[in-house]
């Protein structure tokens, strides 16, 4: 039997399920969709529309409606997944109106920026995921996965830059899939009372708005959700904007507006995307159970062999050990040989490694002091000098020197000396180039303060 990929979206008083499978070659996909009026009711249709229990091999997912999340992008200076989770309690305990023993947070994999990590965290009230579960027939083992609305659908969306629209009877999302992230979101909540005019204004504004936070305009649209009446819909089509049906590679045209929010949940689990790259609240005292008596015989036959192999390993380390022990015994009394041969001979021995370094970065120093081949720190400052007329009136105030590029400030009589400089300097046969990087009249108006940056010759990269 055939593995599969079951998207459940609950909304109100409607269970939406969608099931994929995947087969000759193509993706065979079963929409379904039933009312319900208690959580006993959703469970029992659930079972009734995916045929019974659901299958061992099956995979089945879910998400939360946007607004019962509360969203926050953070910075840290690592990105070990441990850290991350030690830290973001304390940070978002100190940005939150809500107590967070009583919530549950999940985040994606930190992202690197210039000199940190950005990391994407949500944080939902444990109460919306029990409630939840108890719309589900087998809520100990299934859904394995709760995601948040708009970020669930994110793996599907992330290949293009555009903007979800994703309307919902009692909310509308509106969100900006940029750069493979979900780079910002706005939502609506009660829209239930709303005409299309008012959320037509309300997505036009939103998207305008979100455009602009990253300078770019007419990005396509991915318009999905229950609450997309065939109003709306005209009056979307109407900004001659390029409205996209998502997945469509995949799914062609048969999507509904309704039906898609399940089908893409579904399309996600089926395109493998690894857990620790979506959120999930199935955690804690939620985390599915239950498949531990079905794969205790295998585990007690894979405790045994571990035990086996941890026993070989053990063995073959001891013994790796003890040649590393020899190895490090004669490395040590050859770097004790080195030490007498290239250290005076008064010199007292503390650590070896630490004199031999030591003694190693002061004859860089000295390298980088007087140069190869005639570009030594010395030498430019000698060239400096000669090439600076001794008529001239300046003062040098800084000197930064590498084996390739020199900058030197300082301050001058006049525009016209700086140029003076530039010029002798730039006939210099030591130098490849001079430029003035600045010149400016200095706070008392009676100076120039300028900065030079001289390209050595030959200068190494």
Sequence with gaps: MAKRFIGIDLEGGDARVAVL?????????????????????????????????VALGDRLVTSLPCRVGLFRRMRFPFREKTKIEAALPLELAAQLPVPLEEHLISFLPPRARENDYEVDAVVVNKLEVDDLLRHFPDSDQNPRQIDLFPFALLPVLAERDGVLIYCRRLEVVVALVYDGIIWD??????????????IF????????????????????????????TEKLLVMLYTTDRTILSPAEEVFGDELSCE???????????????????????????????????????????AGLLLLTV?????????????????????????????????????????????????????LRQQVDLFGLGGHGAATVLQALSSGIDQNLRVDLDEFSYTNRQVRITGNADSFDVVNQIAEKLGVNPLFSGVDIADAKLAADSDRVDFELVINLAGGED
Excluded: C
């Design 21 to 53: 499978s995947a087969g000759s070659g193509q993706v065979d996909m079963v929409l379904n969709k039933r009312e319900y009026s208690t959580p006993q009711e959703a469970a029992e249709a659930i079972q009734d529309m995916l045929g019974g229990k």
């Design 185 to 198: 979101y706005r939502l609506l909540p009660g829209t239930s009372e709303l005409k299309e005019e008012e």
């Design 201 to 228: 204004d309300f997505i036009a504004n939103q998207v305008s708005q979100l455009e602009n936070s990253i300078g770019h305009e007419g990005l396509p649209l991915w318009v999905i959700g229950a609450g997309v």
């Design 259 to 301: 039906m898609a929010p399940a089908a893409l949940l579904a399309l996600a689990e089926m395109r493998g995307v690894k857990k620790a790259e979506q959120l999930n609240f199935r955690k804690d005292e939620f985390s599915a159970r239950g498949q531990f008596e079905i794969f205790r015989t295998k585990l007690v036959i």
């Design 310 to 362: 941890l026993a070989g390993g053990a063995l073959t380390m001891h013994l790796g050990y003890l040649q590393k022990t020899r190895d490090e015994k004669n490395l040590r009394q050859q770097m004790v040989d080195i030490f007498r041969q290239v250290m005076p001979a008064d010199a007292k021995v503390v650590d070896v490694p630490m004199q031999l370094k030591a003694q190693l970065h002061e």
